[in-house]
Nanobody
Framework: VQLVESGGGLVQAGGSLRLSCFASGFIFSLNAMHWYRQAPGQEREFVATITSGGHTNYADSVQDRFVISRDDAKDTVYLRINNLKPEDTAVYYC??????????????WGQGTLVTVSS
C-alpha cells in the first residue's frame, strides 16, 4: 500500500490550494479515505473523511473552508482548502485503514505534504 500526497506549498492568506493523494496497493473504491494535519509543535489532528460512497465528514474547525472529494477512476482523494489562514500551516497527511477478517487493523499513512500560509 502506498499513499502519495502532493499539492502543498507556500501560499498567501486568503488563497486556495488543492491537495492530492494518489493511492495504490489496495482497492481504492472500497475504502474510506481521510486527511489529517500536523502543525508545528502540535499533535496530528483529523481534518476530513470521505467514505467509499462519497459521504463526507469534517472537523468543526475546517467545516466551512475545506472540501474533500475523490475520483475512484484515478485512485485519488483530494482536499480543497479555501480562504487559507496562517493557522492552516501544517503537514497534511492522507490516511486509510481497514479491519481484516481476523480483526487486525491495517492502517497506512502518506509521507505528507507541507502547506505554509503567509499572513
Amino acid at each position: 500500500v502506498q499513499l502519495v500526497e502532493s499539492g502543498g506549498g507556500l501560499v498567501q492568506a486568503g488563497g486556495s490550494l488543492r491537495l492530492s493523494c494518489f493511492a495504490s496497493g489496495f482497492i481504492f473504491s472500497l475504502n474510506a479515505m481521510h486527511w489529517y494535519r500536523q502543525a508545528p509543535g502540535q499533535e496530528r489532528e483529523f481534518v476530513a473523511t470521505i467514505t467509499s460512497g462519497g459521504h463526507t465528514n469534517y472537523a468543526d474547525s475546517v467545516q466551512d473552508r475545506f472540501v474533500i472529494s475523490r475520483d475512484d477512476a484515478k485512485d485519488t482523494v483530494y482536499l480543497r482548502i479555501n480562504n487559507l489562514k496562517p493557522e492552516d500551516t501544517a503537514v497534511y497527511y492522507c490516511n486509510t485503514f481497514w479491519i481484516s477478517g481476523t480483526g487486525k487493523r491495517h492502517e497506512y499513512w502518506g509521507q505528507g505534504t507541507l502547506v505554509t500560509v503567509s499572513s
